[in-house]
């Protein structure tokens, strides 16, 4: 069948499985923008390329499938960068089409041309310059395979505008769909290595005091079962990183929660003190391990991730096992129970009570406001976490709010928790949500966000109202860019510089309803749950609530930056007399 | 693919030793040299010196480097070069196992007066006189980059106009069981 290149992109993203498309057309990608009017694929116009990215992967965190966006040339291209490179750090699968100038016109510095592959090289998982029509299908096809299988990325795939134009014969071809794709330099790796998964096991058995150290990479291989069943049947401990909320239920007796620069108490000073850490899809990220030659000095590791490249990288394992977490966890699971299962663990009873000692002791915790002060940001959390369902899925943006969030929420299921954890892109939140509510319609998907996030990337609620993607926003106002005030106060001597924002500058409650939401203010305690209860039952269109907090609260606990672990603070009133 | 234990890349096998030679098979397509030096220059990996050229078979082209281990640990490089998708095979090479060769030209200042001393030198290296001058030659030597080292140090005493060396190229040396081995890697 005689076909063209911009039916044929069209056609092979409908092969891929593509049901959703977040972009926004412009002159070099105008050809492939006709045949979508045709396609069953919905498109959701956006605002903004930078909130176009950001929607593909807040879809691909919710659903595990890939996010597609698709933008033009140029100044589109460059604004879709911090997407990608935001999916890069995360691991996010996602595949992002850009258009560029007509081949012949390719390094002459045309209108709106610009290297968006070289530009994109360093945060991408890999990129394609499409140079022919008759490469289109077999690219797409390798695109999706990249993005999705082995660590996933993002993959870009820049096509100039000459082999998608109907009108030009450059665009001609036979269509086609590969039957697989022959990738030589591409192997992703699938199951671990057997001996290195017995020795794994034997470690396991003879740990007295053993963390498990869970990391995104549980989410990405689908294991939260697996890894739930691993932990109950060693009754072994979990900490869930940042990215891995929600991959160990947070209301399971083994939870321990969140480690890092703002993990409790009982998580960092668990890993601090284990015998044995056992490593599963987690990158030894610096804002987990603090200063790392004083990191769990006296841990064993057992590092189980699908890039070898990642064991070793920063510490370097007892037991390294390169391979799918899903299937080593599984193998190691049957290894235990070769080798006697629980039965033939060491007691750990003292290591249990030390662990309740701790979480006695160093709750997260926070002082009440008192009458007349603003909002406790925690406050408004726990109430939110309390008055939505348990599978709301909740986006976040960076900054204070994000760490509280992931802190004071209850992650009780797995792709519940969207946030932005390598790379820390501020205006991730608002795109990331509507991303995630097309991909879960069913679910009630809740954003939330700094007022220094929001002004970030908040017109996309303009796109969410048009397209009526019902989302929910809490802004915690604080009016400081308020992380950054944190560290001035802390670091800096309380020299405050370029933090403030406004508390009212701009109206957030008018600025909702402009872009045709549902606008609500809270500033008292009482106001609190009513105001959720309203936007939860509101379904036809997004909802803002603004809520006043108060600016000088901090997140604790806190290893700063550069520390090593064990010099965790607590809040200040949690601190030995 | 990478050869490893437990997915733990081993130790440095021969400590003590700064640069080593990577072989690295490639897709024989556009950027790909370019997605392997922004890797070096991103990671801080250096590079100490580089050949490509394409192999027997026009899919594939092999790269020759020559990595500075000093600046990150050796596993690291491999595995992270590894992860490019136009990366297809790379052998790490021990100075022992390779055969190495360079190619170096250089133009010595010889006026008539020592101009036999430098063609003396010439015979002794097995060298070739490319050009001659009034008051100069132009010389080229191929050999293992240690006789060039040796070479361009004799010359530096006559006066170098100009000099550029290639960088070295290596292959592994051939053991009769692996030069067995070898071979479908080559025809991937
Ligand atoms: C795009 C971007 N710019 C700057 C930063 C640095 N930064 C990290 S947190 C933060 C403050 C965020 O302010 P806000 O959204 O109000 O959140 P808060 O900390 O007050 O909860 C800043 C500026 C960043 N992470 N991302
Ligand atoms: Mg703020």
């Given at each position: ?391 709301t899925i909740v986006a976040s943006g960076v900054g204070q709010h994000q760490m509280w969030t992931s802190q004071y929420w209850q992650f009780d299921h797995p792709y519940t928790w969207i946030n932005s954890g390598g790379l820390g892109t501020m205006g991730f939140s608002v795109p990331a949500a509507i991303g995630a509510k097309v991909g879960r319609p069913d679910r009630m998907v809740w954003a939330v966000d700094g007022d220094g996030c929001f002004q970030m990337t908040a017109q996309e609620l303009v796109t ?114 | ?91 790490e090479l021990a100075p022992s196992e390779a055969v190495e060769r360079e190619l170096l030209m250089v133009t010595v200042s010889a006026t008539p007066d020592i101009r036999g001393q430098v063609i003396e030198l010439v015979g002794v290296f097995d060298a070739r006189i490319l050009n001659v001058g009034h008051d100069a030659l132009t010389i080229s030597l191929e050999g293992h980059p240690s006789k060039l080292d040796d070479f361009e140090q004799l010359m530096r005493s006559y006066g170098i106009l100009a000099v ?25």
């Amino acid at each position: 069948m005689q076909t063209n290149g911009g039916e044929a992109l069209i056609r092979s993203l409908e092969l891929e499985g593509v049901e959703v498309i977040f972009g926004l057309p412009g002159g070099a990608i105008l050809p492939v923008y006709d045949p979508i009017i045709d396609s069953p694929i919905r498109h959701i116009l956006v605002r903004h390329e930078q909130g176009a990215g950001h929607m593909a992967e807040g879809y691909a965190h919710a659903t595990g499938r890939p996010g597609v966006a698709m933008v033009t040339s140029g100044p589109a291209a460059t604004n879709i960068v911090t997407p990608l490179c935001d999916a890069y750090m995360d691991s996010v699968p996602m595949v992002v089409i850009t258009g560029q100038v007509p081949t012949a016109a390719l390094g002459t510095d045309a209108f709106q041309e610009c290297d968006t592959t070289g530009i994109t090289q360093p945060v991408t998982k890999h990129n394609f310059l499409v140079t022919e029509a008759a490469d289109i299908p077999r690219t797409i096809r390798e695109a999706f395979h990249i993005a999705t299988t082995g660590r996933p990325g993002p993959v870009l795939v820049d096509i100039p505008k000459d082999i998608v134009d109907p009108r030009n014969p450059r665009s001609a071809l036979e269509w086609y769909w590969p039957e697989s794709v022959d990738l030589p330099g591409y192997q992703p790796l699938g199951a671990g290595d057997p001996e290195a998964i017995r020795r794994a096991a034997e470690l396991i058995l003879e740990a007295r005091q053993p963390v498990i150290y869970a990391g995104g990479g549980i989410l990405k291989a689908r294991a939260a079962e697996v890894l739930r069943e691993l932990a109950e049947l060693t009754d072994i401990p979990v900490v869930t990183t940042l990215m891995a909320r929600g991959a160990f239920p947070d209301s399971h007796p083994l939870a321990l929660g969140m480690p890092g620069m703002h993990g409790n108490y009982t998580a960092v000073t668990s890993m601090q003190e284990s015998d044995l850490l056992i490593a599963l899809g987690s990158r030894f990220d610096d804002r987990v391990t603090g200063k790392v030659p004083s990191f769990a000095p006296n841990a064993k590791i057992i590092h189980v991730d699908i890039d070898r490249a990642e064991l070793g990288k920063v510490r370097r394992p007892d037991v390294g096992i390169a391979g799918d977490c899903r299937l080593v966890i599984e193998e190691m699971v049957r290894a235990i129970g070769e080798l006697g299962g629980a039965d033939a663990q060491p007691d750990r009873s003292a290591w249990r009570s030390t662990i309740s000692g701790w979480q006695e002791r160093y709750p997260l915790s926070y002082l009440p406001s008192e009458p007349g002060e603003l909002l406790k940001p925690q406050f408004v959390l726990e109430q939110l976490r309390d008055l939505t369902p348990s599978d709301t899925i909740v986006a976040s943006g960076v900054g204070q709010h994000q760490m509280w969030t992931s802190q004071y929420w209850q992650f009780d299921h797995p792709y519940t928790w969207i946030n932005s954890g390598g790379l820390g892109t501020m205006g991730f939140s608002v795109p990331a949500a509507i991303g995630a509510k097309v991909g879960r319609p069913d679910r009630m998907v809740w954003a939330v966000d700094g007022d220094g996030c929001f002004q970030m990337t908040a017109q996309e609620l303009v796109t969410a109202a048009a397209e009526r993607i019902p989302v929910k926003v809490a802004v915690l106002n604080n009016a400081y860019l308020g992380m950054v005030r944190q560290w001035q106060e802390m670091f800096y001597e309380e020299r405050y510089s370029e933090v403030y924002l406004s508390p009212d500058l701009p109206d957030y409650k008018m600025w909702a309803e402009a872009m045709g939401c549902v606008g609500i203010r809270v500033e008292s305690p009482e106001e609190v749950a009513p105001a959720i209860e309203k936007a939860n039952a509101i379904n036809d269109k997004p909802v803002v609530i603004e809520f006043r907090t108060d600016s000088r609260e901090k997140v604790f606990p806190m290893v700063p930056a550069g520390a090593s672990n064990d010099e965790i603070m607590v809040e200040p009133h949690q601190e030995e007399a | 693919m990478v050869a490893t234990t437990d997915g733990v890349p081993a130790n440095d096998p021969t400590p003590g030793v700064q640069h080593h030679i990577l072989s690295v098979l490639v897709e024989n397509r556009p950027g790909v040299l370019t997605r392997i030096a922004g890797l070096f220059a991103r990671r801080g990996y250096n590079i100490h010196s580089l050949a490509v050229a394409p192999t027997e078979d026009e899919r594939f082209s092999r790269i020759t480097m020559v990595v500075d281990v000093l600046s990150s640990p050796l596993p690291q490089m491999i595995l992270q070069l590894d992860k490019l998708v136009n990366v297809i095979e790379i052998t790490e090479l021990a100075p022992s196992e390779a055969v190495e060769r360079e190619l170096l030209m250089v133009t010595v200042s010889a006026t008539p007066d020592i101009r036999g001393q430098v063609i003396e030198l010439v015979g002794v290296f097995d060298a070739r006189i490319l050009n001659v001058g009034h008051d100069a030659l132009t010389i080229s030597l191929e050999g293992h980059p240690s006789k060039l080292d040796d070479f361009e140090q004799l010359m530096r005493s006559y006066g170098i106009l100009a000099v550029q060396r290639t960088g070295r190229v290596a292959l592994p040396k051939l053991t009769h069981a692996e030069s067995e081995d070898r071979r479908p890697l080559r025809s991937a």
